[in-house]
């Protein structure tokens, strides 16, 4: 029987992987990677590992889930190590917790390495810290997206009410929704708001607004998913501490003059 290693890949920067992840990396024999992760990475495994892919794309499923889960089982009873390496963090909106417990209904021993999610990478390279001791004591992870056909689940009053910044996954397309949910439950429309695409990446673009106007901002500058929505008053530090892109910009002005 062989063994399963649940991979957070981190958010983009191929940098942002832990030690261990990238030793499991080196050390498999069968990996399992996703759509977000930084294919750098995958210039780590062993000339003779296995890569599958298994990314979804909106609308489109390389893998449905239940494939991903009886490959998992399927490589690790044939005595394989298999690292099932994804973006972010396993067990944020990873589906890491439904694939662990496929592996632990099949007696297969498996191992969590957790990774840097991109609510707090990209909200970082961007200059707006989650959690500040003048602007937010609270912060909240949230998914803009819903199955098809579902209810709205999310508890938008407690949201807009009770937490300082909120961080969501995967909402470019609701977000005329999402700004107004919040508004209509209490959060004041001139609250700050910012999207960051690509975040950690040199693709990086970020926009900022308000929760009134931000939809709108999105749409003029052709905003796409990957991308993260911080909402909250920490927002506003970026005007003072925005890094990563000015670094991007500097290095590009030096390219062209060198």
């Known amino acids: 029987m062989g063994k399963v290693y649940l991979v957070g890949a981190g958010p983009g920067d191929p940098e ?44 489109f499923h390389a893998m449905q889930q239940e494939t991903i889960n009886h490959a998992l089982v399927w490589h690790a009873k044939k005595g394989k190590t298999v690292v099932r390496l994804k973006g972010g963090d396993p067990f944020v909106f990873g589906r890491g917790g439904e694939e662990a417990e496929a592996l632990a ?6 191992e969590i390495v957790p990774g840097i999610t991109s609510a707090i990478a990209a909200a970082a390279y961007a200059g707006i810290p989650v959690t500040h001791r003048a602007f937010s004591s609270s912060v909240a992870f949230v998914t803009g997206h819903r199955r098809d056909g579902s209810r709205d689940e ?7 009410k009770g937490i300082d910044t909120i961080s969501i996954y995967m909402g470019v397309h609701h977000l005329p929704y999402i700004c107004g949910q919040l508004m209509k439950y209490g959060k004041a429309p001139e609250t700050p708001a910012a999207v960051i695409e690509w975040g950690t990446t040199t693709a990086q673009r970020t926009v900022t607004g308000t929760l009134a106007t931000i939809a ?3 749409a003029k500058e052709n905003i796409q998913n990957p991308s993260m929505i911080i909402i909250g008053d920490v ?9 990563f892109e000015q670094l991007l910009a500097s290095s590009a002005a030096a390219g062209a003059t060198s």
């Open 235 to 243: 927002v506003r530090l970026r005007a003072n501490i925005q890094w």
């Open 216 to 218: 709108a901002v999105v």
């Open 16 to 59: 942002l992987i832990t030690v261990k992840g990238l030793k499991c990396i080196q050390q498999a024999d069968v990996i399992l990677y996703d759509r977000l992760i930084n294919e750098e990475l995958l210039s780590y495994a062993k000339p003779d590992a296995e890569l599958i892919f298994c990314g979804k794309l909106p609308g």
């Open 105 to 110: 209904k099949h007696g297969i021993e498996f």
């Open 154 to 160: 999310i508890k938008w009053e407690s949201l807009a």
